[in-house]
């Protein structure tokens, strides 16, 4: 598994170079290192690591969400690595698709282990990191009805539209039509709904579905 870091401070290179190294598990490759969104974007589009560990506030004063896009385009996985301190740029990290968020005060095998689980297709948002986020009112601007909630919780759950329609009485084309309601919510709100998957990580950042535990 390789691993990419963005981060403009020497000392969160250094630590976790030396945390992947005396590693037991599946090991963690660190192949490079960018203190700026442009050298990421330079590292990631000639050879796309397994997974980017991403520092919220780069100094560069680069935009995470823009940031957090090329490089899932690009191929990668994205994994925050912040104090987690600002809702705002937090959602606009996940608004862009970033996988999973891991603070810097935590010990630094935990954050291998969500090296690891984002690597292995897991999406990690934990309780706090929600809360804090449903006190962002621009994050939550995209509110649902009850009913679209029931829907959405069904639809990212694996039920089928017709399965969905018996189970709250309604016709196909009601449940179809409550799913392009709430797809045109999320869109308003410049958080990306188009598919199934984004419409999971927009359930677990709004706190309708719970996240996904490691197994």
């Given at each position: 598994m390789s691993v990419v870091v963005c981060d403009d401070h020497d000392v969160v290179w250094v630590g976790l170079l030396g945390a992947a190294r005396a590693a037991s598990g599946r090991p963690v490759r660190l192949r490079g290192h960018a203190t700026d969104a442009g050298r990421l974007l330079a590292l990631v589009e000639q050879q796309p690591p397994d997974v980017v560990v991403l520092d919220l506030a780069l100094?560069?004063?680069?935009?995470?969400?823009?940031?957090?896009?090329?490089?899932i385009a690009a191929g990668s996985r994205v994994l925050v690595y912040s104090v987690l301190d600002s809702p705002r740029l937090i959602r606009r990290a996940l608004a862009a698709g970033a996988h999973g968020l891991s603070h810097k005060s935590e010990p630094v095998h935990l954050t291998l282990d969500k090296i690891r689980q984002v690597a292995s297709g897991q999406i990690l948002l934990s309780p706090d990191v929600l809360s804090m986020i449903d006190g962002d009112a621009d994050f939550v601007r995209a509110r649902l009805s009850d009913r679209e909630r029931e829907v959405l919780v069904l639809y990212v759950s694996g039920v089928e539209i017709a399965q969905i329609a018996a189970q709250l009485f309604v016709t196909e084309n009601s449940a179809r039509e409550y799913l392009r309601?709430?797809?045109?919510?999320?869109?308003?709100?410049?958080?990306?709904?188009?598919?199934?998957?984004?419409?999971?990580?927009?359930?677990?950042?709004?706190?309708?579905?719970?996240?996904?535990?490691?197994?």
């Open positions: 100094g560069d004063g680069s935009d995470p969400g823009e940031t957090v896009a090329r490089v309601r709430i797809r045109a919510k999320y869109t308003e709100a410049e958080r990306p709904a188009s598919t199934k998957v984004d419409l999971l990580r927009r359930a677990i950042e709004d706190g309708i579905v719970p996240p996904i535990e490691p197994r």
